[in-house]
């Protein structure tokens, strides 16, 4: 029974950490394509065909 709940805890805690990770990196993620998005409004103008 010990180690049932042994595998949960670091299972839980293993989730908790990935999931961080993932929220992280979903939020630089956003926030470069913004700055990306915004820079390619800014420069349109000066782009000649």
Known sequence: MEKIY??????GAG???LGIII?????VAGIL???NGAL???RRS???F
């Open 15 to 17: 989730c908790i950490a």
């Open 40 to 42: 390619l409004l800014k």
């Open 46 to 48: 000066g782009i000649e």
């Open 6 to 11: 042994k595998t949960m805890g670091v299972t």
């Open 33 to 35: 394509s913004i700055i």
């Open 23 to 27: 929220a992280v990196t979903g939020v």
